[in-house]
């Protein structure tokens, strides 16, 4: 932001306000005025706006680069999408609207579609029912492990207080977990990089309240005892939470709910093509079994009789309100038309693309990284960065090295059992030309870091700020305050 400043110059305005027709007044406590005038820019309109255009051109976005951001699913959001959510009839509509009689008729639309999708989602993922209300993939496990705890108590077993969770597992389970008021317990994975059901199979007793696993897990793989580790879990007495945030590998191939799983979130901000990044938006609807369906959250749409919808509120177990309203709705009508969009079809070709894609990486990278895992994966493939450690580079080195080659940098350090982890995720809306530039990137910083590891470590060299002391910056933060 300094360079706004130093366009600047005393007396230029950007704006005509005009004269105030109304007497002035002050209501705020003395203590909360300011004491001078704030020390703000003076540019004109011009000078304004191309400052603010320079620095989104220097942004790295889908739109103008590739976004390998594993474990995150960075797929390209189509823009027709885009035209739908911005519909007058859907982006004007107030939540406090009548939802039947005296106007009703302007929320019938929205309501179908929550509807709608809600029918969808619990068809392809095998459950149910779904509930669409909660405004992310880690609202959605603090959900689901509610509905868990929900469960156990109507059932007076209050003294199921553990919640397994594969080491292997997204990293917000086990805070998911304990906020619904669990212990979390991490089991480890197999030599396969599933979970180790021996070790499973000791740690089950009358105090677990179920399991937390990821599918395909965080090493980007299909855990090939998932259905045992279920029967294994139900046999106990617990339930099944499945993280569906790696969706985009099984959609319209698998059906989660048939393999076992009583309850699971998934993100319509990856696989169902909403954006996503920067703190949102979000959306992750939770998908249960029927034993689970007393527990959802409320409020709930209901189809009518007559063909209407209207929100429903007597549930006596439910776990009550999560979200204010109904959600994100502007996600869920993405999603809703992304879903219509693709079709049956479709939904199969992505998870192979984007499986396709993955292992395409995988394949032409195993020479020049280390592969912790050496099969074949799923939706992304992790890599690990350990023998650059001996020219005493990290796999955050890499990273920078990347954004200079003109691409974001993939997941970094991270699932934390892969030491200096590098996780790719292409998706399936990559094609093979994009990749061979991206996987070619790669060699080449391969090659360096052996070559001249010092040109590495200077990286980034291409943008507006370069390098910076990330552990100063992050223990000692300098915030600026203008005035």
Request: hydrophobic share 40%; proline share 7%.
């Amino acid at each position: 932001m300094d360079l706004i400043f130093k366009i600047g110059s005393p007396g230029r305005r950007g704006s005509t306000v005009p004269a105030a027709d109304v007497p002035e007044k002050v209501s705020l406590p003395g203590g909360l005025l300011r004491g001078r005038k704030a020390e703000l820019p003076e540019t004109s309109e011009l000078q304004t706006i191309r400052h603010f255009t320079l620095l989104s051109r220097k942004n790295i976005g889908l739109d103008s680069t590739f976004y390998p951001l594993g474990s995150c699913t960075m797929k390209y959001n189509p823009k027709f999408h885009e035209t739908v959510c911005a519909m007058p009839e859907f982006s004007e509509l107030h939540p406090l609207l009548p939802q039947l009689r005296h106007g009703g008729a302007l929320t019938q639309g929205a309501l179908a579609v929550i509807y709608e999708t809600e029918r969808m989602l619990s068809e392809i993922l095998g459950f149910s029912q779904c509930t669409m209300q909660p405004l992310a993939g880690a609202h959605g496990e603090l959900t689901g492990a509610m509905m868990i705890a929900a469960y156990h108590a109507d059932r007076g077993d209050r003294g199921r207080k553990i919640m397994l969770i594969p080491d292997s597992a997204h990293g917000t389970n086990p805070a998911s977990a304990t906020m619904a008021g669990f212990t979390a317990k991490t089991i480890r994975s197999a030599a396969d990089g599933g979970v180790d059901l021996a070790e499973l199979k000791n740690s089950l007793n009358e105090k677990v309240a179920g399991l937390m696993i990821t599918c395909p897990n965080t090493l980007g793989l299909f855990d090939p005892g998932i259905g045992e580790a279920c029967r294994l879990v139900h046999e106990a007495g617990g339930l099944v939470y499945c993280d569906g945030a790696n969706l985009n590998a099984l959609i319209g191939i698998i059906r989660p709910g048939e393999l076992g799983v009583d309850v699971m979130h998934v993100n319509l901000h990856k696989t169902f093509a909403s954006p996503h990044g920067a703190g949102g938006p979000g959306s992750g609807p939770v998908g249960v079994a029927e034993k689970l369906v007393p527990y959802l959250p409320i409020s709930r749409v209901d189809k009518r009789d007559d063909g209407t919808y209207a929100l429903k509120y007597d549930f006596p177990k439910s776990i009550g309100y999560i979200a204010p309203f109904y959600g994100n709705f502007g996600v869920i009508l993405r999603a809703y038309a992304y879903l219509l969009t693709v079709g049956s079809e479709g939904l199969e070709k992505i998870a192979l693309y984007s499986i396709l894609n993955a292992n395409y990486v995988r394949q032409k990278l195993k020479g020049s990284f280390d592969l912790p895992y050496d099969r074949t994966c799923m939706h992304e493939c992790v890599f690990s960065a350990e023998k650059a450690l001996q020219k005493g580079i990290h796999a955050a080195d890499i990273a920078k090295a990347l954004i200079d080659k003109g691409y974001h940098p993939p997941t970094i350090c991270f699932p934390l059992i892969v030491k200096e982890a590098l996780m790719i995720e292409p998706t399936e809306t990559e094609d093979k030309d994009t990749l061979d530039r991206f996987i070619g990137a790669m060699i080449e910083i391969a090659e360096t870091i052996q070559s001249d590891p010092a040109k590495i470590k200077a990286c980034p060299a291409s943008t507006p700020v370069s390098r910076i002391d990330e552990t100063a910056a992050a223990r000692k933060p300098i915030t600026a305050c203008i005035g």
